[in-house]
């Protein structure tokens, strides 16, 4: 069992950085697929980025270049640097964690609360 808490979101404005935290209870911390994914409001939850047990990155399109995912498997924690933010990147942000590297949110196991991101023009 894995539980997972994000910290680290807000109201900011266009341009501006923001970093997500999410730190995971549990053992075997290391051995998951931890993605970040994000819901804007009436859309359906899209992938954002992931990082494999073995630190391999991945990014969705959109982000790529502004968005950073790492992890620190001594302190259980993954985040996502954001920077250069845009009105477009509103959504409630949601970590999750796998066994698996997959890109789909209905594969992930197990889910963080979500957090706002609220980026301003």
């Known amino acids: 069992q894995v539980q997972l808490v994000e910290s680290g979101g807000g109201l900011v404005q266009a341009g501006d950085s923001l970093r997500l935290s999410c730190a995971a209870s549990?053992?075997?911390?290391?051995?998951?697929?931890m993605g970040w994914f994000r819901q804007a409001s009436g859309k359906e939850r899209k992938f954002v980025a992931a990082?494999?047990?073995?630190?391999?990155?991945y990014y969705e399109d959109a982000v790529k270049g502004r968005f950073t995912i790492s992890r620190d498997n001594a302190k259980n924690t993954v985040y996502l640097q954001m920077n250069s933010l845009k009105p477009e990147d509103t959504a409630v942000y949601y970590c999750?964690?796998?066994?698996?590297?997959?890109?789909?949110?209905?594969?992930?196991?197990?889910w963080g609360q979500g957090i706002q991101v609220t980026v301003s023009s």
């Open positions: 999750a964690a796998d066994l698996t590297l997959t890109y789909k949110p209905s594969t992930y196991d197990y």
């Open positions: 549990g053992r075997a911390f290391r051995s998951y697929t």
């Open positions: 990082i494999s047990w073995n630190d391999r990155t």
